[in-house]
């Protein structure tokens, strides 16, 4: 490779225009307005929101990233390779890559990767000043993202959850940070003896409580907005983290399991179900997951040692250790005092 080469390499690999350009297009629909029958740049720009001069260098650009076909008319059409960004497309990418889409927006910060290196925090806070979950939160304009994400809500090994604990012990459970509901509705579902409080931010909060109407579970749980670094509703049997503590670092998650203890108050157990992300970090793009969780949230990987010494630190002790996949652990805390 000759000096110039190299150049033109480096460049390549550092090119931000081309992810820009593929994001803008799903941000804009682009793929399934020319899919619908509409061609000709004129009429994208108005279904699209945008103004035709630079929609069409976007479009012609695409074409030139093999996307699309443009003819002598300037009319376009979807190439296959294009097809993911069809909204019904089985394997579709269009919410994913989409900006104002949750993760789309949690991957713009990305560009300030450079911050995490430097400090561990996750991007977003050096980019936006402030952590990703909250900024999503104050603005109403994300509801309808986080309404569209809440379809494909991740349950990440949720079974270990429904039916790796004796339920029947217990009646009332509240999902500290449950997001749209899902776990909490499967849980309610499989166990109809169970009462239901779910706690997330305000958002997030109105989204799940749409979802457990929608269920038919508003008799048997509740919806409570809020912060899980506030004082939480108190007396519930179970204090259910899933999936919590990853997005914290050890002082915070310290402080999420001593709100959750508070409210459990010398009776109420905390049953702690984290996700362990280690095992995506190995094989062949180890180095690459690796930097990119560590981008999204700054302790991806706990052991279930570490998660045992956040849970002294908040005042807990271990009273039920359960099954452990690769992925997830399931350990329950209750109060040191109501150890004697
Ligand atoms: C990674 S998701 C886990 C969701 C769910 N528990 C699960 O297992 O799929 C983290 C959740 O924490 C919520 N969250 C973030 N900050 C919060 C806060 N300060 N108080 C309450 N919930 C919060 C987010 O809105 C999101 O729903």
Known sequence: MDDLARVEHLTDLADLLRPSAVRAAATLGVADHIAAGTHDTPSLARLCGA????????LRYLVSLGLLDRDGDGRYALREAARPLLDDHPFTLREALRLDGV??????????????VRTGEPAHVGLFGRGYWDSLNEDPRHVEAIERAASGQLAFDAEIIFD?????????VADIGGNSGTILTGLLNRHPHLHGTLVDLRSVAGVAARNIA???LADRCEVAPGSFFDPLPAGRDVYLLSAIL???DDDQAVAILRRCAEAAGSTGRILLADVNLDVVMRGEEAARTELWLRAMMPTPVRTVADLKRLGD???????WEGPATPVRSLIEFSAREAAA
Do not use: E
């Open 51 to 58: 103004r035709p001069d630079v929609l069409d260098a976007l």
């Open 103 to 116: 993760a789309g927006r949690s991957d713009m910060a990305l560009v300030d990767l450079v911050h995490t």
């Open 313 to 319: 630190a908040a005042g807990l002790r271990v009273s």
């Open 164 to 172: 790796g604990y004796d339920w029947a012990s217990v009646r009332s």
């Open 214 to 216: 929608d269920s038919g």
């Open 246 to 248: 990853g997005d914290w």
